[in-house]
């Protein structure tokens, strides 16, 4: 079967890359309750970011994993209902919120630290399989379009410049 999405070309870059997040995080969805984790896969850089630094504002959070603060403030609601993380005002400016992990955030967060070597082992086994090993790659794409914009890409090539 021919998939449309690869029949059309480098347009769907994006379309690819999110079906391939998708495909990783539904996996994770299923097997995480089977490793003992309570902890939503898009929100594990949260969880441990936490465990690794601290309790930290929304704002602080946000910057450090480069999502906005709508999303982090929607995630620590889940996690919080979830009891993983707990949230108070900050003494120094009421206007921030802190968010800490409970007890059984950082037993989650240990939890995650323990199977990340299987993770890790699967990701390099896969990228082997698919010749493409993809990680640093991907680093350099996202460094590229924090010095120039996709916007301003496609502007460029509107305009002939293609800089």
Known sequence: MN??????GLIFLPHVLRRLANRFIDTCDDIF??????????LVSSVHLLFERGPQSITDIAAAI????????????????????????????????????????????QRLLDVRPVF???YRRLMREADAEIFESLWRLEDALGKKDFSDRIAAERGGDSA
């Open 3 to 8: 998939d449309f999405i690869h029949s059309q």
């Open 33 to 42: 309750p089977e490793l003992g984790l309570l902890v939503p896969p898009r």
């Open 66 to 109: 480069g999502q906005s603060h709508p999303f982090v403030i929607k995630a620590v609601k889940q996690l919080k209902a979830l009891g993983l993380v707990d949230t108070r005002s900050d003494p120094k400016d009421g206007r921030r919120t802190i968010v800490r992990l409970t007890s059984k955030g950082k037993s989650q967060a």
């Open 120 to 122: 890790e082992a699967a």
